[in-house]
């Protein structure tokens, strides 16, 4: 009960927006797992580490050797959350390449995703507010029709992943991720 009044009080404080991860501490960021493109035989590599200053950095190198080509970071929500939420900001430092942000309504480490791609900017903390109508349900790179539309209360993990024959070297930085009325 305590923590339902905490959880309220986040929110009205933060005028309906409601933190999912910060990267303050171990108990605010999250548990994280890499999915790389060695499940299918590629030889990318990745690493998310917490930093000193309050941010975590998702970094690595993509290779597309091997039919290899993608890297990810995925999280499963500690929060189950109402269904009254619009869309999600993320406010990051990019490389300049684009990351696909991903959603999943599932606990499942395989299966489809409900994804939407961003431009990051080099050397800049840029916010990135995304309506969830924006996220289109895709598999391996292929867009789905037939599923329904993603709901805030039905996201069970997040994601961040790079694929697109980005190859070399990446990192992106995160400060706070957050869902919006």
């Not at 900017?121 to 867009?143: H, L, S």
Request: proline residues 2%.
């Amino acid at each position: 009960m305590l923590a339902q009044i905490i959880l309220i009080m986040n929110i009205l404080m933060n005028n309906g927006e409601l933190t999912l991860y910060d990267f303050e501490s171990n108990e605010t960021m999250g548990k994280w797992y890499i999915i790389n493109d060695e499940v299918m035989g590629g030889i990318s590599t990745s690493r998310y580490i917490l930093n000193e200053n309050g941010t975590a950095t998702f970094s690595g190198v993509l290779s597309l050797e091997n039919n290899g080509g993608f890297a990810s970071v995925r999280s499963i929500m500690n929060k189950k959350v109402s269904n009254d939420y619009r869309g999600i900001i993320v406010r990051l430092k990019g490389d300049g390449n684009i990351y696909s942000i991903r959603f999943r309504t599932n606990q499942n480490f395989d299966g489809y995703a409900y994804q939407t791609k961003i431009q990051s900017i080099q050397n800049t903390w840029k916010e990135f507010k995304i309506p969830f109508e924006n996220f289109k349900p895709t598999y391996r790179g292929m867009t789905l029709t037939g599923l329904p539309e993603l709901e805030s209360a039905d996201i069970e993990q997040f994601g961040l992943l790079i694929a697109d024959k980005q190859y070399g070297e990446f990192t992106v930085d995160i400060d706070w991720i957050k869902f919006y009325k």
